[in-house]
T-cell receptor, first 113, second 113 residues
Framework: AQSVTQLGSHVSVSEGALVLLRCNYS??????LFWYVQYPNQGLQLLLK??????LVKGINGFEAEFKKSETSFHLTKPSAHMSDAAEYFC???????????FGAGTRLFVKA | NAGVTQTPKFRVLKTGQSMTLLCAQD?????MYWYRQDPGMGLRLIHY???????AKGEVPDGYNVSRLKKQNFLLGLESAAPSQTSVYFC????????????FGSGTRLTVV
């Protein structure tokens, strides 16, 4: 069965520093992978997605993620953190049948001035 | 440009009371979902629908019922509310292809006392 593991429930970075949020997946078929962002008191918003077209995926707000099959990873990065990036981030994988998406537990990003 | 609309946004119920949460989408999406979000547990799928008139159980369906009589609406019902159902509920919709991400509503915060 498909599953997603996000390493670290909380990550804290200084403004201007590199952001790295880790995600590892388990899938019995070629996966479709997603990152979502949730700002306080809002619903989730799609940040980027991997659908096998390219291993390096660029998303909104300067975020990108790289699909590494050998490591079963899909880590999210941003070169320079901004205060407005403070939010919770969810990695997700589509299930085998393609009807449902399985979400990780989330990583809350704190950005220090 | 409404997207996914959830009503109500907040509700307090007494144990044993019933209520219905309404989700409406204006994007002509085939698939619709109800998730609950609890601290440290990510999003857990309650029920979902892959088209008008269809419903299916997700990961945590007990105590909930759903209906999809019209394509644009997906209703979540609690027949006899319990304190364990205190949560934030999110509705989402998606096109009928696995490489599309979800569009989420802004959530309903439900407290059962």
């Amino acid at each position: 069965a498909q599953s997603v593991t996000q390493l670290g429930s909380h990550v804290s970075v200084s403004e201007g520093a590199l952001v790295l949020l880790r995600c590892n997946y388990s899938s019995s078929v070629p996966p479709y992978l997603f990152w979502y962002v949730q700002y306080p008191n809002q619903g989730l918003q799609l940040l980027l997605k991997y659908t096998s077209a390219a291993t390096l995926v660029k998303g909104i707000n300067g975020f990108e993620a790289e699909f590494k099959k050998s490591e079963t990873s899909f880590h999210l990065t941003k070169p320079s953190a901004h205060m407005s990036d403070a939010a919770e981030y969810f990695c997700a994988v589509s299930d085998t049948g393609g009807f449902k998406t399985i979400f990780g537990a989330g990583t809350r990003l704190f950005v220090k001035a | 440009n409404a997207g996914v609309t959830q009503t109500p946004k907040f509700r307090v119920l007494k144990t044993g009371q019933s209520m219905t949460l309404l989700c409406a989408q204006d994007m002509n999406h085939e698939y619709m979902y109800w998730y609950r979000q609890d601290p440290g547990m990510g999003l857990r799928l309650i029920h979902y629908s892959v088209g008008e008139g269809t419903t299916a159980k997700g990961e945590v369906p007990d105590g909930y019922n759903v209906s999809r009589l019209k394509k644009q609406n997906f209703l979540l019902g609690l027949e006899s509310a319990a304190p364990s159902q205190t949560s934030v509920y999110f509705c989402a919709s998606r096109r009928d292809s696995v490489n599309y991400g979800y569009t989420f509503g802004s959530g309903t915060r439900l407290t059962v006392v």
